[in-house]
């Protein structure tokens, strides 16, 4: 007598099985620990509505762009016209050319260089402050623990 096995009988077995080993219940939950310390992701965001960009530089005056922000931070630009439901992210291209794009960052300042003329824009930059890390050994994991504090 030679045995078939039933694939759809096994295949049932197998399920009822991983059913049936899962606890649907949670463990119990343990106490809060304690918080850590602030990261240094201090984040602006500056808004300019209703502007003009004309073809060349266009400077924008952000008081909020530090010196030190200048110096170990970041700057993010957005664009869209007004009643978009969207942004998009500086440098914008058409037809594979640059058409906005920040050209320079000074403190207290942004230049925008455009290849058009277009009125009705909204402008958001984003400023990070960052932390100097220029006088870190990376070879040393104890300088690197006691700079930041691990």
């Known amino acids: 007598m030679k045995l078939k096995p039933n694939f ?15 606890s649907p219940d949670d463990g119990v939950n343990g106490q809060d620990g304690q918080d850590g310390a602030d990261g240094n992701a201090n984040v602006t965001s500056v808004l300019f509505e209703n502007q003009t960009i004309n073809n060349g ?8 762009l530090t010196q030190d ?6 700057v993010y630009a957005y664009v869209t016209v007004t009643g978009n439901d969207y942004w998009e992210v500086l440098p ?6 640059i058409i906005l794009e920040i050209d320079r960052i000074r403190v207290g300042q ?3 260089k455009a290849d058009f003329n277009q009125g009705n824009i909204r402008l958001r930059f984003v400023l990070v402050e960052g932390q100097n890390i220029s006088g870190v050994d990376f070879s040393d994991l104890n300088h690197v623990q006691d700079h930041f504090g691990f």
């Open 92 to 97: 914008i291209s058409l037809s594979g050319n």
């Open 110 to 112: 942004v230049t925008l």
């Open 69 to 74: 922000i200048y110096d170990n931070g970041i």
């Open 8 to 22: 759809f009988k096994i295949g049932l077995l197998v399920i009822a099985l991983v059913l049936t080993s899962c």
């Open 57 to 64: 530089d266009n400077v924008f005056t952000i008081l909020e």
